[in-house]
Every structure is written in C-alpha cells, then in structure tokens.
C-alpha cells in the first residue's frame, strides 16, 4: 500500500509541474487569442495558482508528517511559497493595482512552482514511511 501511495504523490506532483509548463505554454502561445489585457483574467489566474499552490503546501506538510525525505519537501515548500509570492502576487498587483513594472518576475514565479513539483516528486520517491 505504502509503495502505491508512494507512487501517487510522485505521479501527482510531476503533473502539477506539468500542468504549470504546459499552462505557462498556452498563454504565450494564445495570447493573441485570449483576453490577456482583461485585469480579470490576471486576477482569476492570480486566483486559480494561489488555491491550487495553497493546498500543495498542505500536501508538504502531510508528506513531511509521514516520510522520511522531509529536505526535498521543506525546500518544495520554500519554492511553492517563492511561486505564490511571485506568480499569483505580480498578478494580483497588475489586476487590482495596475501595476506593471514587476511583469518580469512572474516567469521566475512559473518555474518555482515546476521546481517545487519537481522536488515533491524527488523526496517521494527517496522517501520511506515513518510508519516502518
């Protein structure tokens, strides 16, 4: 049971990094065919990573309550933090502020949210339980 569970935190994790890249993808590459000037749209998007990075932080600290990789998690943690802040913040600032200046920074937020993933998938996979 342990190695099934094992396995869907793993495969869990590496889509949601997927979904972050292949999200990422998408608005550039639709840009042109999306709202992307509507502050809404900036502050659902803002709105939808938040919630979705929020619970994986809820993730991490179950993970760390049960596995022994608790490194690989606590710096997954550090990075979703890093993503939230920088992601869905710059959004929030565009959308409900207007401010523009730090648009820059939001592909760094992307990438700390793959990395955070990416890292999740690593300390699963090097982990034991703490139940043996």
């Known amino acids: 049971m342990y190695r099934l ?39 659902t998007t803002a709105l939808h990573y938040h ?31 890093a993503g939230i802040v920088l992601f869905s913040g710059n959004l929030y600032l565009r959308s409900i502020a207007g401010i523009h200046d730090l648009h820059a920074v939001t592909p760094f937020g992307g990438m700390a949210f793959i990395l955070a993933w990416l890292l999740f998938a690593v300390g699963a996979l090097e982990s034991r339980s703490t139940d043996s």
Do not use: C, E, Y
């Open 51 to 81: 919630q979705l990075h929020a619970l994986g932080l809820l993730a991490i600290g179950f993970a760390m309550t049960r596995l022994t990789a608790w490194r690989w998690f606590a710096w997954s943690g550090i990075l979703l933090l």
């Open 5 to 43: 569970a094992r396995w869907f935190l793993v495969l869990g994790a590496l889509n949601l990094a997927l979904s972050v890249a292949l999200g990422a993808a998408g608005m550039h590459a639709l840009k042109d065919l999306l709202a992307a000037n509507d502050p809404g749209h900036w502050f």
